[in-house]
Each structure stands twice: as structure tokens, then as C-alpha cells.
């Protein structure tokens, strides 16, 4: 919940949604996205149509961390020595 408060005012917004996967009226939801275990964490992209497991830190601000550069720019102008190092730092 705090991930997704913060992350709901980012430009543009990433949703985070909660499913409880037990519930009778999610089991086809699901099912369609072989949710097995629990918690389950899913990225979804493109309306859907691209999914893959999410793998990154389980707690509030490393979600964030994660979205975030998974939402910005595939690239980034280097202008200095700093520019490189901290993008390397940040891997």
C-alpha cells in the first residue's frame, strides 16, 4: 500500500493492484496468470499484453526503486565521468 501511494503520483502514475487470489471470484484471474504461491508479484505492460514475473525487493521502497527505472527512459545522455559512474552504481 505504501508503494502504491507513492507511486500513484509519479509522471506518468504506475498502478499497483491488490488481488486476493483465494478469493472464489479472483480463482479465474488467477488462473489466467498462474498465480501458484503467494504473495505473487506481476509487471504488466502495454495493456496486458506484455507480463512478467516481478523478482525485485519485496519491501516498500525497493518497489519503488524498481518501478520507477523500469518506467523511465531506456537511455540516458552522459555529459560527465559522474553521469556514467552514477548510472553504473545505481545497476
Known amino acids: 500500500e505504501k508503494a502504491a501511494s507513492i507511486l500513484s503520483s509519479h509522471d506518468p502514475p504506475v498502478i499497483l493492484a491488490k488481488v486476493d487470489a483465494n478469493d472464489e471470484a479472483n480463482k479465474e484471474l488467477a488462473s489466467a496468470f498462474e498465480i501458484r504461491g503467494f504473495p505473487t508479484l506481476k509487471i504488466l505492460r502495454n495493456g496486458g499484453k506484455s507480463i512478467e514475473e516481478y523478482k525485485g525487493p519485496r519491501e516498500a521502497d525497493g518497489i519503488v526503486k ?16 559522474e553521469d556514467a559512474s552514477s548510472l553504473i552504481v545505481d545497476k
Open 66 to 81: 524498481y518501478l520507477k527505472k523500469q518506467s523511465g527512459s531506456v537511455s540516458a545522455e552522459i555529459k560527465s565521468v
